[in-house]
């Protein structure tokens, strides 16, 4: 009967945290969405719900640490929370990331664009987003096969935002009016691979919780 429980509860933690994961996924489709098209209803809409993601974290938290202290789970168990646990800290932050994209769109409301450089940003949010939701569809299906192949997408990621922050540089010089939107651009790619990095540290968690190895993908 207390088994039947403590799986209960486990599985709980585990569909909270997926519902946290997609739920900083949809923000991160609304940040870059905002940015993108100047919109600042949107980008505030998604700094509100930050909070929402933070209050997540806070309870998955919680549940965390009262299973570990009221229930002694197993070693193999007391890996899964652990793991929860600290997955979903690296979700809050992929958060603040994505809260701080919102912010920049903000402050960059009537300010010079290059536009071209836009469309690029989308195109790397886009790419962005799909590591973000293939690393939680990994970690529920506990894939860490799949988990590798994602974290060699980091690469990609990286080859896409230097090439973006030349043209971002060139931008600037040719023309100083975007010298403060270029900087905000520049902000934005490094928010980008951070959200990336953070997405590879699910699939180290994936690989973690299969292996009882960190491994650093």
């Not at 088994?3 to 933690?13: A, G, H, S, Y």
């Not at 505030?44 to 719900?49: P, R």
């Not at 997540?56 to 929370?81: F, G, H, N, Y």
């Not at 506990?142 to 060699?152: F, K, L, M, S």
Request: some cysteine; overall charge negative.
């Amino acid at each position: 009967m207390l088994r039947t429980q403590f799986e209960e509860d486990l599985n709980k933690l585990h569909n909270q945290f997926y519902s946290m994961g997609t739920q900083v996924s949809a923000q991160l489709n609304k940040a870059v969405r905002a940015f993108v098209s100047h919109d600042r209803d949107l980008a505030e809409d998604v700094i509100e719900g930050d909070h929402a993601i933070n209050e997540q974290e806070k309870s998955l938290e919680t549940q965390s640490l009262e299973m570990i202290a009221l229930q002694q789970p197993v070693s193999s168990d007391l890996r899964t929370i652990i793991t929860v646990l600290k997955a979903s800290s690296d979700l809050e932050r992929m958060g603040d990331h994505v809260a701080s994209i919102a912010k920049a769109t903000i402050s960059l409301k009537g300010e010079e664009r290059i536009h071209i450089v836009e469309e690029d940003i989308s195109l790397l949010g886009e790419k962005v987003k799909s590591i973000v939701d293939a690393s939680l569809n990994a970690y529920i299906q506990g894939n860490d096969v799949r988990a590798h192949e994602i974290a060699e997408q980091q690469y990609t990621i990286k080859n896409m935002s230097r090439e973006i922050q030349e043209k971002v540089l060139e931008g600037m010089k040719e023309n100083s009016e975007t010298v403060t939107t270029g900087k905000e651009y520049l902000l934005t790619l490094v928010y980008l691979e951070r959200i990336t990095g953070y997405a590879v540290n699910l699939c180290e968690w994936i690989v973690y919780l299969n292996s009882g190895n960190i491994i650093e993908l």
